[in-house]
């Protein structure tokens, strides 16, 4: 298991080096798993060796939330004059999302239906 952990901590401290080398504006971490899931099409055989620590982590995921969700707490007094802009970016991000997803799949179901 600390093997697979090493390697998922290896492909994320690739991506950061990619993004920081290359100037990329995409967070570190995306590009990573954007590299891993590469490797795992190139090498199938890696994700056996992923997976348990993935599952791991994934059953412990609500863990991982909590510096976040400290994180806002300590810097909600930066934000005290614009909390309209971000209730109003908060509701256009979600009408968005919701409205893309929402095509995505009308789009999948008439692919189906044509099948």
């Known amino acids: 298991m600390l093997s697979a952990f090493t390697i998922l901590l290896l492909f994320q401290c690739l991506g950061e080096g990619l993004v920081f080398l290359l100037k990329l504006p995409i967070p570190g971490p995306v590009a990573g798993m954007l590299l891993l899931m590469a490797a795992l099409i190139a090498w199938p055989r890696l994700q056996a060796l992923v997976e348990q620590a993935a599952?791991?982590?994934?059953?412990?995921?609500?863990?991982?939330?909590?510096?976040?969700?400290v994180g806002i707490i300590a810097t909600a007094a930066s934000g005290s004059g614009h909390w309209f802009?971000?209730?109003?970016?908060?509701?256009?991000?979600?009408?968005?999302a919701l409205g893309a997803t929402g095509l995505l799949l009308r789009g999948l179901d008439q692919k189906d239906n044509n099948a």
Do not use: C
């Open 55 to 69: 599952n791991t982590l994934l059953s412990h995921l609500s863990l991982l939330f909590v510096p976040a969700g």
């Open 85 to 96: 802009a971000i209730a109003a970016s908060l509701v256009a991000s979600t009408v968005l």
